[in-house]
Nanobody, 128 residues
């Protein structure tokens, strides 16, 4: 079992930056990947970014490429999401997720069903 919990959400203006953190605990040595997803009101949950826990390969949704940066600290069992140049459409609840499955191909990183452990979410609100 792996537990994850997010922190760092808040309300900012468009163009501002925000840094989200996710702390993992439990059987963290079994983690294969960690990811960030978000859900805006009335919309489905969508992929934002992911990182391979051991190899540190990173993956991004097209909508956040060049603005968001994911990183991990294996010593502290944390993954961070640095969000710059925020837009109003970045508003939503951001969820951290962890997977202990080995992904056979890149597509698995983008799919919420492949992550077995989820945090409660943290609200990010970007106003114009």
């Amino acid at each position: 079992q792996v537990q994850v919990i997010e922190s760092g959400g808040g309300s900012v203006q468009a163009g501002d930056s925000l840094r989200l953190s996710c702390a993992a605990s439990g059987r963290t040595f079994t983690m294969y990947a960690m990811g960030w997803f978000r859900q805006a009101p009335g919309k489905e949950r969508e992929f934002v970014s992911a990182i391979n826990w051991k190899r540190s390969e990173t993956y991004y949704a097209d909508s956040v490429k060049g603005r968001f940066t994911i990183s991990r600290d294996t010593a502290k069992n944390t993954v961070n999401l640095q969000m710059n140049s925020l837009k109003t459409e970045d508003t939503g609840v951001y969820y951290c997720a962890a997977s202990t499955l080995s992904y056979p191909n890149e597509a698995y990183y983008y799919t919420s069903r492949t992550y077995g452990y989820w945090g409660p979410g943290t609200q990010v609100t970007v106003s114009s």
